[in-house]
């Protein structure tokens, strides 16, 4: 849970204050009459005047305060109680009891609030002691509804299904797992409970059927206020403005509420950011390369300082290549591939470097240059297709959209494009399934789908995020079959973001591998895959099952935060190679061979191991 | 070996009935499947997604009621048992999950989740709870002194150390993994890996290993069993049926696996399309829609589950033919 803004805190606090401390103030007695003064002006002794019968309007504003507020208090505190209780139960047990709670607090949603009041209060007469139940049976159906939804969405999860693995009984889990994690909006809902009690309570009083006269209430004194409106207002005004401010306050600490515990709240708004020019003997052409980047940095403005989880990164494609960028979460091999597109999330920006793009420099394209590109020129395809298509929209229309904003072609010839590129991408009876909706589509064919959309405008690179990650494996075969095969046939760059080992083997011409932040390895995968030069690349290597059914060797230990890099190589805490020097020195990057460059001080070490390994093998 | 635990002509549907579900096709998610496990003996349960697997280990768990047929554990029917039985059961069997986030309350600190278990079954005295959640923070792999910190303190791979502490907590003898790495790196999931491997051995855990990873699950599991659409397509010793696969369905799913090394890459059988819905499955055999051997007959008759060679049983009317008809060399180079 965020902070809680503390404006609105302070406001409902000093409200509350004031209310509870009425009685030691020494203010005039509130049912004080002294007719002979109705209507006076404010003055020294009563500040806000006197009412028509004389009454000190201060004090009876106060004290009116105090009983709208102790009944608004009192009856929220009782809906939520009873409310949330019945919703928990509703919603955790299931069956009958869900039928008698929920449709029990349905039945009571469906009266008007103000006539169901008027019906109970006229049944039970007037006064503090009816308004509160009356006002808590009122909004108790509301938190009904919010905690049963809550339970709801909470009660398949694995944490509650692990409690009732392990024997935990129904209402501990109700009591420690389900109610915590329905609590935010329950707050919420009592903040919003409580404001609108407020306005009901004055409501009823100002209809008679609330605070009994003389006691003091606001809606009482609007009410008594109203007759001598002509003769003079400020009686009127005062009630109201009290009434205003307290229920403005109330909504604003609502909000506070709702802002501190809705986790997507606010999101930092991206602030144009300033890369230091390009280096001036640089050349924009990326020689023979479809996309070159160059000495790339990440930077994310964390609390206390900057952080670089990627850095000095460097990498090419060619036409008709596909370069894998491979690592361990947290190694950065996302926000690389994602900062070329200027699709960073929006906490992190580029800090440094160049990604060169047909004599452009991509990281210092304003966004309209951007968006131009995208889609066009350089296509993204993402792991998970469901958030990337919209899901309101039939496959083929969002297709068609992808061509339209490129291209200028008839509508009807760009759906036909559309269905043709779905066939190609292997959907059987395209033209029927550019009708169907995302979620019609299983997992696979929505990954077809956003193929399709991404080579729309024959792309000249393709950047794939994990994009077979969330499939099955024979599902997975058909997408890398369908990638390769386009490849061949378009003649695009392919960036090919993974962590599977395995499917890089299968796909790739050449490989780079990242490790907190850098790139440790890169050179041509058969090469890499049989001699790795880094012990990074060996052990990822080992921890892939192996085929004889042998356990994989673990690499001990995980990767370092960005903000906790060792000083030396940032492998060498868990590198079972390493020396004094690798902790005391960042090794660079080597040239090691042809094509191939390597981040380890004892890489000679590990090609003569390799050779040897080689030999005996 | 006398099974542990065995789930005897298995079937689960969901929908269908009721009145708002009017009209609607019962989902079959598991089909008359009957399975058993030895004590100390790891399967692994492999298919893709739709296929059942999960529901299977929910049922076998006694977590979702079975809509026929029955699971037993020490020969006693576990639908049988009632109130402080019932109780008792829940310690006998425990499950990991997949997803190492949602798995963990986020709002309580992971001793007081871990010592669930304890509690619900009086296993430890109050003084002594600290000292065997230590204990058993210990014995997956991490430092006792995390036990007071918050489940988002942990990267991936340690939240699901915690699971397995928590599983672990109430002494089982049978254990349901679910995906338990499918959602690690692959360097943190060797290491899970290994840790289970270890804790089967040290503690004699019988183990449901759930997974769509085949090497995975070959490098962990003896048996193994191959789900699909609900139905078992084959089973046998993990290291036959990952060298001498019978089932079309199963090569078609090893071969599809890709391989770290080129030279042992298989040719690939692939698959079209998708697996067909479990709530409108094909006639006869489920997998003749996607088989590269389907004749007619496979759309009338449904293959039952013979046994080809000793402990290795395929439910598949050509069985005898695939053989003949050119083995697809799955083990070969390309």
């Given at each position: 849970?965020?902070?809680?803004?503390?404006?609105?805190?302070?406001?409902?606090?000093?409200?509350?204050?004031?209310?509870?401390?009425?009685?030691?103030?020494?203010?005039?007695?509130?049912?004080?009459?002294?007719?002979?003064?109705?209507?006076?002006?404010?003055?020294?002794?009563?500040?806000?005047?006197?009412?028509?019968?004389?009454?000190?309007?201060?004090?009876?504003?106060?004290?009116?305060?105090?009983?709208?507020?102790?009944?608004?208090?009192?009856?929220?505190?009782?809906?939520?109680?009873?409310?949330?209780?019945?919703?928990?139960?509703?919603?955790?047990?299931?069956?009958?009891?869900?039928?008698?709670?929920?449709?029990?607090?349905?039945?009571?949603?469906?009266?008007?609030?103000?006539?169901?009041?008027?019906?109970?209060?006229?049944?039970?007469?007037?006064?503090?002691?009816?308004?509160?139940?009356?006002?808590?049976?009122?909004?108790?159906?509301?938190?009904?509804?919010?905690?049963?939804?809550?339970?709801?969405?909470?009660?398949?999860?694995?944490?509650?299904?692990?409690?009732?693995?392990?024997?935990?009984?129904?209402?501990?889990?109700?009591?420690?797992?389900?109610?915590?994690?329905?609590?935010?909006?329950?707050?919420?809902?009592?903040?919003?409970?409580?404001?609108?009690?407020?306005?009901?309570?004055?409501?009823?009083?100002?209809?008679?059927?609330?605070?009994?006269?003389?006691?003091?209430?606001?809606?009482?004194?609007?009410?008594?206020?109203?007759?001598?409106?002509?003769?003079?207002?400020?009686?009127?005004?005062?009630?109201?403005?009290?009434?205003?401010?307290?229920?403005?306050?109330?909504?604003?600490?609502?909000?506070?509420?709702?802002?501190?515990?809705?986790?997507?709240?606010?999101?930092?708004?991206?602030?144009?950011?300033?890369?230091?020019?390009?280096?001036?003997g640089l050349s924009l052409a990326a020689k023979g390369a479809s996309l070159a980047v160059r000495d790339l940095e990440v930077a994310i403005d964390a609390k206390d300082a900057e952080v670089r989880p990627v850095r000095g990164v460097s990498w090419e494609v060619a036409p008709g290549?596909?370069?894998?960028?491979?690592?361990?979460?947290?190694?950065?091999?996302?926000?690389?591939?994602?900062?070329?597109?200027?699709?960073?999330?929006?906490?992190?920006?580029?800090?440094?470097?160049?990604?060169?793009?047909?004599?452009?420099?991509?990281?210092?394209?304003?966004?309209?240059?951007?968006?131009?590109?995208?889609?066009?020129?350089?296509?993204?395809?993402?792991?998970?297709?469901?958030?990337?298509?919209?899901?309101?929209?039939?496959?083929?229309?969002?297709?068609?959209?992808?061509?339209?904003?490129?291209?200028?072609?008839?509508?009807?010839?760009?759906?036909?494009?559309?269905?043709?590129?779905?066939?190609?991408?292997?959907?059987?009876?395209?033209?029927?399934?550019?009708?169907?909706?995302?979620?019609?589509?299983?997992?696979?064919?929505?990954?077809?789908?956003?193929?399709?959309?991404?080579?729309?405008?024959?792309?000249?690179?393709?950047?794939?995020?994990?994009?077979?990650?969330?499939?099955?494996?024979?599902?997975?075969?058909?997408?890398?079959?369908?990638?390769?095969?386009?490849?061949?046939?378009?003649?695009?760059?392919?960036?090919?973001?993974?962590?599977?080992?395995?499917?890089?083997?299968?796909?790739?011409?050449?490989?780079?591998?990242?490790?907190?932040?850098?790139?440790?390895?890169?050179?041509?995968?058969?090469?890499?895959?049989?001699?790795?030069?880094?012990?990074?690349?060996?052990?990822?290597?080992?921890?892939?099952?192996?085929?004889?059914?042998?356990?994989?060797?673990?690499?001990?230990?995980?990767?370092?935060?960005?903000?906790?890099?060792?000083?030396?190589?940032?492998?060498?805490?868990?590198?079972?190679?390493?020396?004094?020097?690798?902790?005391?020195?960042?090794?660079?990057?080597?040239?090691?061979?042809?094509?191939?460059?390597?981040?380890?001080?004892?890489?000679?070490?590990?090609?003569?191991?390799?050779?040897?390994?080689?030999?005996?093998? | 070996?006398?099974?542990?635990?065995?789930?005897?002509?298995?079937?689960?549907?969901?929908?269908?009935?009721?009145?708002?579900?009017?009209?609607?096709?019962?989902?079959?998610?598991?089909?008359?499947?009957?399975?058993?496990?030895?004590?100390?003996?790891?399967?692994?349960?492999?298919?893709?997604?739709?296929?059942?697997?999960?529901?299977?280990?929910?049922?076998?768990?006694?977590?979702?009621?079975?809509?026929?047929?029955?699971?037993?554990?020490?020969?006693?029917?576990?639908?049988?048992?009632?109130?402080?039985?019932?109780?008792?059961?829940?310690?006998?069997?425990?499950?990991?999950?997949?997803?190492?986030?949602?798995?963990?309350?986020?709002?309580?600190?992971?001793?007081?989740?871990?010592?669930?278990?304890?509690?619900?079954?009086?296993?430890?005295?109050?003084?002594?709870?600290?000292?065997?959640?230590?204990?058993?923070?210990?014995?997956?792999?991490?430092?006792?002194?995390?036990?007071?910190?918050?489940?988002?303190?942990?990267?991936?791979?340690?939240?699901?150390?915690?699971?397995?502490?928590?599983?672990?907590?109430?002494?089982?003898?049978?254990?349901?993994?679910?995906?338990?790495?499918?959602?690690?790196?692959?360097?943190?999931?060797?290491?899970?890996?290994?840790l289970l491997a270890d804790l089967r051995a040290r503690l004699g855990l019988a183990m449901l290993f759930i997974s769509h990873d085949l090497p995975v699950v070959r490098s962990l599991c003896d048996r193994v069993v191959v789900l699909y659409l609900g139905r078992v397509m084959e089973?046998?010793?993990?290291?036959?049926?990952?060298?001498?696969?019978?089932?079309?369905?199963?090569?078609?799913?090893?071969?599809?696996?890709?391989?770290?090394?080129?030279?042992?890459?298989?040719?690939?059988?692939?698959?079209?399309?998708?697996?067909?819905?479990?709530?409108?499955?094909?006639?006869?055999?489920?997998?003749?829609?996607?088989?590269?051997?389907?004749?007619e007959a496979c759309a009338t008759a449904v293959p039952a589950l013979a046994e080809a060679v000793r402990g290795h049983r395929v439910a598949c009317l050509r069985v005898e033919d695939a053989a003949l008809l050119g083995d697809p060399d799955i083990n070969g180079p390309v």
């Amino acid at each position: 849970m965020r902070r809680i803004s503390t404006l609105p805190v302070v406001a409902v606090g000093l409200i509350a204050f004031v209310a509870l401390v009425v009685p030691w103030l020494g203010l005039p007695d509130p049912v004080q009459i002294d007719v002979p003064h109705r209507l006076s002006g404010p003055s020294w002794d009563h500040w806000l005047g006197r009412d028509e019968v004389g009454r000190d309007i201060l004090s009876r504003l106060l004290w009116g305060a105090r009983s709208s507020l102790t009944v608004a208090l009192f009856s929220a505190v009782i809906a939520c109680l009873v409310g949330t209780t019945l919703g928990v139960l509703g919603g955790f047990l299931g069956g009958l009891v869900d039928l008698a709670t929920i449709r029990l607090a349905d039945i009571v949603l469906c009266f008007p609030p103000l006539l169901l009041a008027l019906l109970v209060v006229t049944l039970l007469g007037p006064g503090a002691s009816t308004l509160i139940p009356v006002i808590a049976l009122v909004y108790m159906p509301g938190f009904v509804r919010v905690a049963y939804a809550g339970v709801l969405g909470v009660r398949h999860l694995e944490y509650v299904e692990a409690q009732r693995a392990l024997g935990v009984g129904s209402a501990r889990i109700m009591l420690r797992t389900v109610l915590p994690n329905i609590s935010g909006p329950v707050m919420v809902q009592f903040s919003l409970a409580m404001a609108s009690a407020v306005v009901l309570e004055s409501g009823l009083s100002f209809l008679g059927l609330g605070v009994v006269p003389p006691a003091p209430s606001w809606g009482l004194m609007i009410g008594a206020a109203r007759s001598t409106m002509a003769q003079t207002p400020l009686p009127l005004l005062w009630p109201c403005i009290a009434l205003t401010i307290t229920v403005l306050s109330m909504n604003a600490l609502c909000d506070a509420v709702r802002s501190a515990v809705d986790p997507h709240g606010a999101v930092p708004r991206r602030l144009r950011w300033l890369l230091p020019p390009l280096p001036s003997g640089l050349s924009l052409a990326a020689k023979g390369a479809s996309l070159a980047v160059r000495d790339l940095e990440v930077a994310i403005d964390a609390k206390d300082a900057e952080v670089r989880p990627v850095r000095g990164v460097s990498w090419e494609v060619a036409p008709g290549e596909t370069l894998a960028i491979v690592g361990e979460s947290g190694s950065g091999k996302s926000l690389s591939g994602l900062a070329v597109l200027g699709l960073l999330p929006l906490v992190a920006r580029p800090a440094a470097g160049a990604a060169l793009f047909e004599g452009r420099d991509l990281l210092r394209l304003d966004e309209p240059a951007l968006r131009h590109l995208r889609g066009a020129d350089i296509a993204m395809v993402f792991q998970d297709p469901m958030s990337s298509l919209n899901p309101v929209h039939r496959i083929g229309t969002q297709i068609t959209e992808a061509i339209l904003v490129h291209r200028s072609v008839s509508r009807r010839r760009a759906w036909q494009e559309a269905v043709e590129l779905l066939a190609k991408v292997g959907i059987p009876d395209a033209a029927r399934r550019a009708r169907s909706f995302p979620h019609e589509l299983s997992g696979g064919m929505r990954q077809r789908a956003m193929i399709a959309m991404a080579i729309a405008n024959r792309p000249k690179l393709l950047i794939a995020d994990e994009p077979t990650t969330a499939l099955d494996v024979t599902i997975q075969a058909q997408v890398l079959e369908l990638l390769a095969g386009l490849k061949a046939e378009e003649g695009m760059g392919v960036v090919f973001i993974t962590h599977a080992l395995p499917v890089v083997a299968e796909i790739a011409d050449r490989v780079m591998v990242m490790y907190a932040g850098e790139v440790v390895e890169q050179g041509p995968v058969a090469e890499i895959f049989a001699r790795p030069l880094h012990p990074y690349t060996a052990a990822l290597l080992r921890s892939a099952p192996p085929e004889d059914g042998s356990l994989p060797q673990a690499i001990p230990g995980t990767v370092p935060l960005p903000q906790h890099l060792p000083p030396g190589c940032a492998f060498a805490p868990r590198c079972a190679h390493r020396q004094a020097a690798c902790e005391a020195t960042h090794p660079a990057l080597e040239d090691v061979g042809p094509d191939r460059v390597t981040r380890c001080l004892r890489w000679r070490d590990m090609s003569a191991t390799a050779q040897t390994q080689q030999v005996t093998a | 070996m006398t099974p542990l635990i065995e789930a005897v002509k298995l079937s689960k549907q969901f929908g269908g009935g009721g009145v708002f579900g009017f009209g609607a096709r019962p989902v079959r998610a598991l089909n008359e499947v009957t399975l058993s496990i030895a004590r100390g003996e790891a399967v692994g349960l492999v298919g893709e997604s739709g296929s059942g697997k999960s529901t299977m280990g929910r049922v076998m768990l006694g977590l979702t009621p079975a809509s026929s047929g029955s699971v037993r554990l020490d020969g006693v029917d576990i639908a049988s048992l009632r109130g402080k039985e019932t109780r008792r059961l829940r310690q006998r069997m425990q499950l990991v999950f997949q997803d190492p986030y949602s798995s963990l309350d986020p709002r309580r600190r992971i001793s007081a989740q871990i010592a669930d278990g304890l509690l619900a079954h009086g296993l430890a005295r109050p003084a002594d709870i600290a000292d065997r959640v230590a204990a058993l923070l210990a014995q997956v792999g991490l430092p006792p002194a995390h036990a007071q910190r918050y489940p988002h303190e942990f990267s991936g791979g340690q939240r699901q150390r915690i699971g397995i502490a928590r599983a672990l907590a109430v002494d089982p003898e049978f254990l349901v993994a679910d995906e338990p790495v499918s959602a690690l790196d692959v360097s943190v999931q060797a290491q899970v890996l290994t840790l289970l491997a270890d804790l089967r051995a040290r503690l004699g855990l019988a183990m449901l290993f759930i997974s769509h990873d085949l090497p995975v699950v070959r490098s962990l599991c003896d048996r193994v069993v191959v789900l699909y659409l609900g139905r078992v397509m084959e089973e046998g010793p993990a290291a036959e049926v990952f060298r001498h696969p019978r089932h079309p369905y199963t090569r078609a799913l090893l071969s599809a696996a890709p391989n770290i090394d080129p030279g042992r890459r298989r040719r690939r059988i692939l698959l079209r399309g998708d697996p067909p819905s479990p709530a409108n499955p094909p006639s006869g055999c489920v997998f003749r829609t996607r088989c590269a051997w389907a004749v007619e007959a496979c759309a009338t008759a449904v293959p039952a589950l013979a046994e080809a060679v000793r402990g290795h049983r395929v439910a598949c009317l050509r069985v005898e033919d695939a053989a003949l008809l050119g083995d697809p060399d799955i083990n070969g180079p390309v």
